[in-house]
């Protein structure tokens, strides 16, 4: 049999005591035999690198002060051999063999260079909340552009992601010089490279909790702007309709179908390959209903 393909997943962390014991088990736990866990710590005040220092199984562990989460995984993708890639933010988790699958796949299907998940969803608890479930589409030209924003396609799914090593060299990694949203931009670089293909399973959650990064919507918003500056508008009915609000977004994302690859999997068959028209949502109609109804129960407690 050939050996597992060997895969490099990267941690930047910075106090966050409370949490970070769930992402190291979630990663060390993956019982993934070829697993190179690289964990760089911004010189945490609190008990962040202790807890990292009792888990057996981390191949690189550096703690000195930095530039920021992006500076600390470029620093970690610089330490990096595996041939497959991705990063974990210190407080979201890996779901329980991620990385076998993303393994399976790769090793399967030679050609693809970048896979997805479905989302998945963690309260301040720990408690998987939501799984997404909607196969959808991610049109390259919607990616170049930078489409997938909060208003037009919806933002994607960070910890979710898993690529080749040789589409992180081609790119040149991350850009540094944002300091939120860097994700977004790399994405946009890695569409002009390849195509992004969805899995039909969930990877890995993220985590809903007071006082995150992400909260800063504004910076996040002022940076996806500045990356799109230059880039193609989305037609003018699409941009009218997301304009109207919440609902019609949502439509939007249902109404919009493409072409595109995604990979699922069958009990006779381990793991395959299909190409089908598919909306760029990924919410179900049901799931549509569902979050109004959730909405409704928040807007009347």
């Avoid at 490099?8 to 088990?25: F, G, H, M, Q, R």
């Avoid at 964990?39 to 530039?67: Q, Y």
Wanted: glycine share 6%; net charge positive.
């Amino acid at each position: 049999m050939a050996a597992p393909l060997k895969i490099s997943i990267i941690t930047a962390a910075y106090n966050i005591e409370d949490y970070v014991k769930a992402t190291l088990t979630s990663v060390l736990g993956q019982g993934y035999p070829a697993l190179e866990y690289i964990f760089i710590d911004g010189a945490s005040s609190d008990a962040t690198l202790d807890i990292a220092r009792r888990h057996a199984g981390i191949a690189k562990l550096v703690s000195e002060p930095d530039n920021g989460q992006y500076h600390a995984i470029q620093k970690g993708a610089a330490l990096a051999t595996g041939e497959v890639m991705g990063w974990i933010n210190a407080d979201d988790i890996l779901l329980p063999g991620a990385l076998s699958t993303v393994a399976d796949i790769f090793a399967t299907f030679p050609e693809i260079n970048w896979i997805t998940g479905l989302p998945g969803f963690l309260n301040e608890a720990g408690q998987i909340t939501t799984t997404q479930r909607n196969l959808p589409s991610y049109p390259r030209r919607y990616l170049q552009n930078g489409w997938y924003s909060a208003h037009l396609g919806a933002y994607l799914q960070q910890e979710s992601m898993f690529w080749r090593r040789s589409l992180w060299d081609s790119v040149g990694g991350l850009d540094t010089r944002y300091s939120l949203a860097a994700d977004f931009d790399l994405w946009t670089r890695f569409a002009q490279e390849t195509a992004l293909v969805p899995v039909h399973t969930s990877l890995a959650a993220f985590r809903r909790r007071q006082g995150q990064r992400s909260s800063a919507q504004a910076q996040y918003e002022a940076e996806v702007a500045k990356i799109c500056a230059n880039k193609p508008a989305p037609p003018r009915l699409w941009r009218w309709m997301a304009a109207q609000g919440k609902t019609p977004r949502a439509l939007c994302r249902l109404l919009i179908h493409h072409q595109g690859e995604a990979i699922s999997y069958l009990p006779a068959l381990g793991w395959v390959k299909t190409r089908a028209r598919r909306p760029i949502s990924r919410l179900s109609f049901g799931d549509l209903l569902e979050e109004r109804r959730k909405e409704r129960l928040v807007k009347h407690a």
